[in-house]
């Protein structure tokens, strides 16, 4: 079955950097478009930043300049480099894969990530 499982969370100072790692097994990895949402206590969750299987991506207007997403295919890996955070970067991440084809979801159970002084 399709697993996708978050590393890399934790409590940051704001103005630090964290990497966010999605590693995916069960499904063909570079078919599927890959995306980050957050959650925080009390709201929705919101997209953060997706990358096409064509590499193509789009960021929240909230961390554009801030946050990076990449793929590496050969590991079935998505990464989420966060620099310059915030207070109100403080969520569960969570990864999510998008099939292209059935448009089928698949999430990951969600990292903290903490930024406060």
């Known amino acids: 079955q399709v697993q996708l499982v978050e590393s890399g969370g934790g409590l940051v100072q704001p103005g630090g950097s964290l990497r966010l790692s999605c590693a995916a097994s069960?499904?063909?990895?570079?078919?599927?478009?890959m995306g980050w949402y957050r959650q925080a206590p009390g709201k929705q969750r919101d997209l953060v930043a997706r990358?096409?299987?064509?590499?193509?991506?789009n960021y929240a207007d909230s961390v554009k300049g801030r946050f990076t997403i990449s793929r590496d295919n050969a590991k079935n890996t998505v990464y989420l480099q966060m620099n310059s955070l915030k207070p109100e970067d403080t969520a569960v991440y969570y990864c999510?894969?998008?099939?292209?084809?059935?448009?089928?979801?698949?999430w990951g159970q969600g990292t903290q990530v903490t930024v406060s002084s």
């Open positions: 999510n894969a998008e099939g292209t084809i059935y448009r089928e979801r698949y």
């Open positions: 069960g499904m063909r990895f570079s078919i599927y478009h």
């Open positions: 990358i096409t299987t064509a590499g193509s991506t």
